[in-house]
């Protein structure tokens, strides 16, 4: 196929496409979105489909399309919705600007993301043209600490890709750091390597119905994955389970190793952290943080025993934590059984540490999500009348940096 216009622009930059690309009804998409699109991202995506764009050991850019993935896991249409919905949410960690998002008019529309977590819009506000849209990106990464979390690149997506490749554009968090340089690699993203075309959902229906159902419908697992859709690529780290159950001293309960390894490391709903479970040097990764919070548990239970009714693990009972939460509570077990015995139990950091809670980490965690207190002062309430889903979410992060302390 000869490409013409952007996508030519597109292949001078990157090369030709990898593979064929899955089949978009654009006028349907468009009617969907209610708004046009700019015509180079619709050439490029018609040409290459859903791309990534770098290194595949480096920083990397990842175009994004309508279409459904083989196996399920992404929906153009509910990433859309969950996109604009979190990225909401988010920035309010960093700063108190507002920014509004499509449907509203002239709100912010996600087409991509980075490697890292960030997500790239474009800023509808600018022009009723959409190839004047120039791009917008929010870095989502709350371990960074960035002051303000949004980058507006004043350029449309092929004129910031060419940057981004020729020597690398301005990257929220911190002074001086870049985006890119890219390198003038494309390759099929891989998770979605064979996805099949995306139909917009019959009028007066939820794009996001399987959310919609989890709010009520399942348990365990399956529950919280239909809930809270996982990264299609988390980071897990590059260790073993036994691995880390050798440098803890005990294996873990069965319902959190799997939930650790859809998810990987990141933050769910603003509020609960998820460290790398394979890291297993050094200060790093779920090991470290056991580690670090178990033996600061046994240090304050030793200085002030009345305030920690539960002992301190490997004690018979004891308290083991494996999680901890933006506010300083630490989110784990009471260790008494077999691991898939085990209860959850928190040592909230503002209020007493309760009894441990009757089911186990997923149980607890969908709960959660679901907006039903599981029962301890660790857990935050919804306000009243408040729809869950407009705040659950879970923001991957990616891998650390090498001098993290």
Known sequence: ????????????????????????????????????????????????????????????????????????????????????????IRPLMFTHERRVFRPQEGGLLVFGETSSGDHLFWDTSVSKDPDEWPVVLLTTNVAAHVDEPWVDYEVPLVELLSAAIRGGVPHPVEPGRLLGPLAPEVRGYAPLVGAGPWAPPAPGTHVDARQHAALTEGYGLDAVLALVPPPLTPYVGEGSWEQVFERIGTRLPSDFVALAERYGRGNFSC????????????????????????????????????????????????????????????????????PDEWRVAVHPRHAPQGPPLPGNFTETLLHWLRGDRPGSEGFPALPPGMDPLDVICFEPFGKPPEDLP
């Open 1 to 88: 196929m000869e490409l013409t216009g952007p996508a030519a622009a597109f292949a001078d930059l990157l090369g030709p496409p990898p593979a064929p690309a899955p089949a978009v009804d654009w006028p349907a998409v468009e009617g969907w979105l209610e708004v046009p699109l700019p015509a180079d991202y619709k050439a490029v995506v018609s040409a290459y489909g859903p791309v990534e764009i770098g290194d595949p050991e480096g920083v990397r850019v990842r175009l994004l399309g309508p279409c459904v993935s083989a196996d399920g896991r992404f929906d153009y249409g509910s990433w859309v919705v969950e996109t604009h919905r979190h990225s909401a």
């Open 271 to 338: 509020w609960l952290d998820m460290d790398t479970p394979l890291d297993t040097e050094g200060r790093l990764g779920l090991a470290g943080e056991i580690i670090r919070s178990r033996d600061a548990y046994r240090t304050l239970r030793d200085a002030h025993p009345e305030f920690y009714p539960l002992p301190a693990w490997p004690e018979p009972g004891g308290f083991l934590p494996c999680a901890s939460t933006i506010d300083g509570d630490w989110i784990g077990w009471c260790t008494q059984g077999e």
